[in-house]
């Protein structure tokens, strides 16, 4: 897609679609970009209110982010004149594209200061990757997905992680109490102290299943409350429609099966089917027959190999698949 002003500003104000974010973050992350990149920037700057400080010292606040996020030796960096908010949000939005890290976390970056990150980790399409946290805690990665850790000083400090795609967290409880908190660019957050617990941010959608244990989700609206999940239960939420949240109960294991590198169905439609193996394997999926859209589909199918999984799905479904490159088409037998 065509990169434009009005792209790049639509996301750094979290106002973007999830093809159009990344479209932009891969732009800006390309050197050959920055000209142009830089120029939108200024242009952002000069519309905002004059402060009397310098906004175009691009370079240091890239340098003085990359310290702070601690992607890169810490250079010595002169504390920064105040800027107008939009061009910060701008800089730290192209100097983010630019780290393995950093793209993805923009209600974070809009609402907490930056913390010192430890470790980032990401899948591929087609694979699950089981990540031991310094502090005992465990993640599971799901295909086509990235976490981010940051380490805290001490016990009055919590945990944090920031989370694109989706995961399974196996939290580890401390003697102190110390808080653990899952970062979304859902629009709300997940507090733990010690618990088992899927979170999922895709395709402008947001969920938050919980397996055992007890988890708080704070939303980034605050004229909404906070709300207590039990084991068992599921929170949904839409970009499209922020102010509806789904609440209730459901199989919570179903939403855990690719911990064991299993793909599990619960009267799924092919619509949702078809989403669910384009995330996971990076291939594109095409409904031919669109009554068979909304055919519900139950079952559990191992991930390992795309090709079996399609002739399982085939005969278990009555579905006929057929591969084109990068392509399943699926209809009716």
């Avoid at 809009?110 to 010192?116: E, F, G, M, S």
């Avoid at 169905?265 to 909304?294: H, I, K, M, N």
């Avoid at 278990?316 to 084109?324: G, P």
């Amino acid at each position: 897609m065509e990169i434009t002003y009005e792209a790049c500003e639509r996301y750094v104000r979290g106002e973007a679609t999830l093809a159009e974010a990344r479209a932009v973050r891969a732009w800006l992350a390309n050197p050959a970009n920055a000209p142009q990149a830089q120029a939108w920037m200024s242009r952002s700057a000069a519309a905002a209110p004059a402060t009397g400080a310098d906004p175009f010292n691009y370079a240091a606040m890239r340098e003085n982010l990359h310290a702070r996020l601690g992607v890169a030796p810490a250079p010595r960096v002169l504390p920064l004149p105040a800027a107008p908010r939009t061009w910060r949000r701008w800089a730290a939005a192209a100097a983010l594209a630019g780290t393995t890290i950093g793209a993805g976390w923009l209600w974070q970056t809009q609402h907490q200061a930056p913390v010192l990150a430890t470790a980032s980790y990401a899948t591929g399409y087609g694979q699950t990757r089981v990540v031991q946290l310094p502090d005992g805690s465990q993640v599971t990665l799901n295909a086509h997905s990235s976490v981010r850790y940051a380490a805290s000083p001490d016990a009055h400090t919590p945990r944090e992680v920031w989370l694109d795609g989706e995961a399974f967290f196996s939290v580890k409880h401390t003697a102190d109490n110390q808080r653990f908190l899952v970062h979304t660019t859902g629009g709300f957050n997940v507090e733990v102290l010690g618990t088992k617990f899927t979170v999922y941010r895709r395709h402008a959608q947001a969920r938050v299943v919980l397996l055992s244990g007890k988890v708080r989700v704070a939303f980034a609206d605050s004229t909404r409350h906070d709300v207590i999940l039990k084991p068992g239960e599921l929170l949904e939420t839409a970009d499209s429609q922020p102010k509806t949240v789904v609440h209730k109960a459901v199989k919570a294991a179903s939403y855990a099966t690719f911990t064991a590198d299993q793909l599990s169905f619960e009267a799924t439609s092919l619509a949702d089917l078809a989403t669910r193996l384009q995330d996971v394997y990076g291939v594109e999926v095409v409904v031919a027959d669109p009554a068979l859209r909304q055919r519900k589909f139950t079952g559990t199918f191992p991930m390992g190999d795309l090709n079996v999984l399609c002739e399982d799905l085939a005969v278990a479904f009555h579905l006929q698949v057929a591969h084109q490159q990068n392509r399943l088409v699926l209809s009716a037998k």
